[in-house]
């Protein structure tokens, strides 16, 4: 079984998601497949920051949860953004105008706001690692031949 850094829970309680905070809807705004797939994602856009790596759920870097759940949060708020997107509509009778879906700009500032975050803390960890790793000697071909 694969365990995650980040958890359902851990999500919602970091957006507040429960039905009695959700004024406007019934339950919660966000499934915990929704959830799994923004971390999968989230884990997937790490693995493209050079250097390239091939961490999953159960071998992302313990110390980088802050990291990686910036990107669960772009994740999530740019997949809400197309939803709010496809269903925005203003509707207008007798000279009153009234939006009925202005979520999309709102959500898409998130995501913008979590995705620049994601960014710069991941390419400084993946740095981090990077040299890490380079700690040691490097050979030469240089180092047979004598001096005089």
Avoid: C
């Amino acid at each position: 079984m694969s365990t995650t850094l980040i958890t359902y829970e851990e999500v919602t309680e970091l957006l507040r998601d429960y039905p009695e905070n959700n004024l406007l809807l019934n339950g919660q705004e966000y499934t915990p497949a929704f959830v799994a797939l923004s971390v999968d994602l989230a884990i997937s856009e790490w693995n493209m920051i050079v250097p390239m790596s091939a961490d999953t759920k159960s071998t992302f870097p313990m110390y980088g949860k802050a990291v990686l759940m910036h990107g669960v949060m772009w994740k999530i708020f740019s997949g809400q953004s197309a939803l709010y997107a496809r269903n925005q509509l203003t509707y207008s009778d007798g000279g009153l105008t009234i939006p009925v879906e202005e979520r999309w700009d709102m959500y898409i500032k998130m995501a913008e706001m979590y995705r620049d975050t994601f960014f710069s803390t991941a390419k400084a960890m993946k740095l981090q690692i990077n040299l890490q790793s380079g700690w040691g000697e490097i050979q030469s071909d240089q180092a047979a031949f004598p001096l005089f």
